[in-house]
């Protein structure tokens, strides 16, 4: 069979070559072509695109780079024409990947089109569940409550199991590339620049304040692929020897005693690891509109009461949801403080932290994946 991925960021690269690999083990004979990065590549998928010119995030990004985006969908269209795949497999990156399932369904009927990690529609923009079901013909989500939200609009979606905790199960199997000083504080302020710019200046100075009392801790911050040194150390203090910067985010969890970490998949990453943290999250306007800005997120935005993965897979809440007005140097401080000194709370928190596996299970999502893509489009 021939397979056209798509893929926008790192991680969707990421988890597209994991894909990828278990595809060609279950069909030697599979040519794979797609957008995507030097994962993908090298896991044997030809590019007609790479994904640094397609990771456009935010309404302003992509009015400022509109003419890139147009070529993208305009390159996309011709290569799915001129190599006629027999599956299309979206992976995340929602605002190119919906647009291309309807494309494809309207130019190329024939071709099956699979949504492999879909939107978080339990989350946010619920009614984009319609355009997955209509344009898809398979959902294999990454959250074992998925399917039973798609079950109430009357849509089908398998679980196949979680890529985050897949790279972990194998990052985990092998020694850190990197030794950290100990004991340590990470830091880990997002992906996006713009949410990086809003979040990291407060993170390190609670960092800062915890390091007063607990002088012997160093700090270190997590940087995000593709974006450059320089701009982290515009955030950052210019002289401070306990500070770290590294791109080694694994390394640094496994060693950490406690984090500090920007709302979204580094979450879940964390807590898989066992390291104690809290979530923060900014959110614009929050310190002057405070609680309604909260309220209205709980409304639109949470899922069962809670906003981070780890609370929502959970049921209940096992680590400190800081976001809004709640998003301040003290209250982030005074959680870091009492995970690090008081034990009793610290180690109740590691054992909210160590059901999560269970709570995922044990499927290898990429391999799962396979199996039900080549079981259901063959």
Known sequence: MKYFLIAGEASGDLHASNLIRSLRERDPQGVFVGMGGEKMRGAGCRLVQDYK?????????????????HRNFRIAHEALLQEKPDVVILIDYPSFNLRMARWCKQHLPQTKVVYYIP?????????????????TDLVLGIFPFEPAFY????????????????????????????????????????????????CLPDMIQAAKE???????????????????????????PETDNSLLLTR??????????????????????????????????????????GK???????????????FTLVNILSGKEVIKELIAEQFTVENITKEAT?????????????????QLSAILGGNCAADTAAETILKTCV
């Open 210 to 236: 915890v390091q007063r009392t607990h002088p012997q801790y160093r700090i270190a911050v997590t940087a995000a692929p593709g974006k450059e040194d320089t701009f982290y150390h515009s955030l950052l």
């Open 338 to 354: 009492r995970l690090i000194d008081d034990t009793d709370y610290r180690n109740s928190q590691i054992a909210g932290l160590q």
């Open 248 to 289: 080694d985010t694994y390394g640094v969890l496994r060693q950490a005693d406690v984090a500090i970490v920007n709302s979204g998949t580094a979450t879940l990453e964390t807590a898989l690891f066992g390291c104690p943290l809290m979530a923060v999250y900014h959110i614009a306007a929050s310190r002057f509109f």
């Open 151 to 198: 079950k109430r609009y009357g849509y089908s979606c398998l679980y196949v199991g979680n890529p985050t905790m897949d790279c972990i199960r194998e990052a985990q199997k092998t020694e850190p590339q990197t030794s950290f000083p100990q004991p340590l504080i990470a830091v880990l302020p997002g992906s996006r620049k713009n949410e990086i710019s809003h």
């Open 119 to 135: 939107p978080k529609v339990w989350a946010w923009k619920s009614w984009r569940v319609h355009q997955i079901a209509r344009y």
């Open 292 to 306: 309604h800005v909260v309220d209205l997120f709980k409304h639109y935005i949470f899922h069962d009461g809670y």
């Open 53 to 69: 010119e397609m990771a456009f995030m935010g309404i302003v990004a992509v009015l400022k780079n509109l003419g890139k985006v």
